[in-house]
């Protein structure tokens, strides 16, 4: 049993690292968005996200709005903008493409896709406080 074990737990190791990689690099906009990136806070408040339903809808950007990519709409950031939102409650984050606009509910502040509001842990409660940060690149 000792040899047993001492033969899993390196192989355990191995394949929880390879995980990891694969987590960091699947995500399309973290490889856009270089690690020299400057943050500027410039937020918060409750965010929501779309509902499926929406899914092939023109956005105000032009393209379609597809549930599945880390992108959001707000009221005034320039299209293609970069923005991390960070979920208050959990400290989750994700960046996040500016393509569309709203949130037209009041008191929100952005309005995420069902990926983002998945990586952020708010699809279950549909609405999250959040703060915003503004990626420069430098």
């Not at 929406?54 to 992108?71: C, H, K, V, W, Y």
């Not at 569309?100 to 952005?110: A, C, E, H, K």
Request: no cysteine.
């Amino acid at each position: 049993m000792r040899v047993f074990s001492a033969m899993m737990i390196p192989l355990l190791l191995t394949a929880s690292a390879a995980a990891q990689e694969v987590e960091i690099t699947s995500n399309p906009i973290a490889e856009i968005v270089q690690p020299t990136s400057i943050e500027t806070e410039i937020d918060g408040g409750m965010a929501s996200y779309y509902g499926n339903e929406l899914a092939g809808n023109r956005t105000a950007s032009g393209e379609r709005f597809d549930p599945g990519q880390l992108t959001a709409a707000h009221r005034s950031l320039p299209f293609g903008s970069m923005v991390r939102v960070t979920n208050m409650s959990n400290g989750d984050s994700v960046i996040v493409r500016i393509n569309d606009r709203g949130p037209f509910s009041r008191g929100r502040v952005i309005d995420v896709s069902h990926a983002a509001a998945r990586e952020i842990g708010m699809h279950r409660s549909g609405t999250a406080r959040v703060k915003l940060a503004l990626l420069n690149d430098d």
